[in-house]
């Protein structure tokens, strides 16, 4: 069966970095474009990467673009992201989302997600 | 950026009701629109793609339509198990923006 398993969340200061991992197995990773979507306490959703399945190409949304890398090891069938600079606004709970086999795009599995705090 | 509107907010329903709760885009989508349930403590749970698709698993009584700008889901029979904030997002362009939720709440 499916499963993403996100780790590496935590409490960081402003300004500071992290990095979130998500492990994915019981499907071929390799063939997959893959997601990371966020959910500020009480708040709804946003979605926040995308990297193609060959990691070819990139995606941001703008409030994190220059501070934010997403990237993938599919020889380790996992997928990251890099937050540098963090900021207070960034606090929420991090998703891995997998892209489902057909068009169009749509998140057909999600992780437990990873919690983030960014607080002095 | 592609916005993505929800109607209502909130509602109140009961058991076996009749449900449906519009989403709106700032502009024509096709049939790029999905739909999701969220329980509390939970992630996210796609019931509907494509714009009608049925997630394989989802039950019957949700359904969805629409195209262009404006899109629908329907409960045909609210169950307890349903009561939960329900997203809709686009995937027309590569930002996969969301609505701002819908919480369906028991009456």
């Known amino acids: 069966q499916v499963q993403l398993v996100e780790s590496g969340g935590g409490v960081v200061q402003p300004g500071g970095s992290l990095r979130l991992s998500c492990a994915a197995s019981g499907f071929t990773f390799s063939i997959y474009g893959m997601h990371w979507v966020r959910q500020a306490p009480g708040k709804g959703l946003e979605w926040v990467a995308f990297?193609?399945?060959?990691?070819?190409?990139?995606y941001y949304v703008d409030s994190v673009k220059g501070r934010f890398t997403i990237s993938r090891d599919n020889s380790k069938n996992t997928l990251y992201l890099q937050m540098n600079s963090l900021r207070a606004e960034d606090t929420a709970v991090y998703y891995c989302?997998?892209?489902?086999?057909?068009?169009?795009?749509?998140?057909?599995?999600w992780g437990q997600g990873t919690l983030v705090t960014v607080s002095s | 950026d592609i916005q993505m509107t929800q109607s209502p907010s909130s509602l109140s329903a009961s058991v076996g009701d009749r449900v449906t709760i519009t989403c709106r885009a700032s502009?024509?989508?096709?049939?790029?629109l999905n739909w999701y349930q969220q329980k509390p403590g939970n992630a996210p749970k796609l019931l509907i793609y494509a714009a009608s698709s049925l997630q394989s698993g989802v039950p019957s009584r949700f359904s969805g339509s629409g195209s262009g700008t404006d899109f629908t889901l329907t409960i045909s029979s609210l169950q307890p198990e349903d009561f939960a904030t329900y997203y809709c997002?686009?995937?027309?362009?590569?930002?996969?923006?969301f609505g701002q939720g819908t919480k369906l709440e028991i009456k």
């Open positions: 997002q686009q995937s027309y362009s590569l930002s996969c923006t």
């Open positions: 990297m193609r399945y060959d990691g070819s190409n990139k």
């Open positions: 989302a997998k892209e489902g086999s057909q068009l169009p795009k749509y998140f057909d599995y």
């Open positions: 502009q024509s989508i096709s049939s790029y």
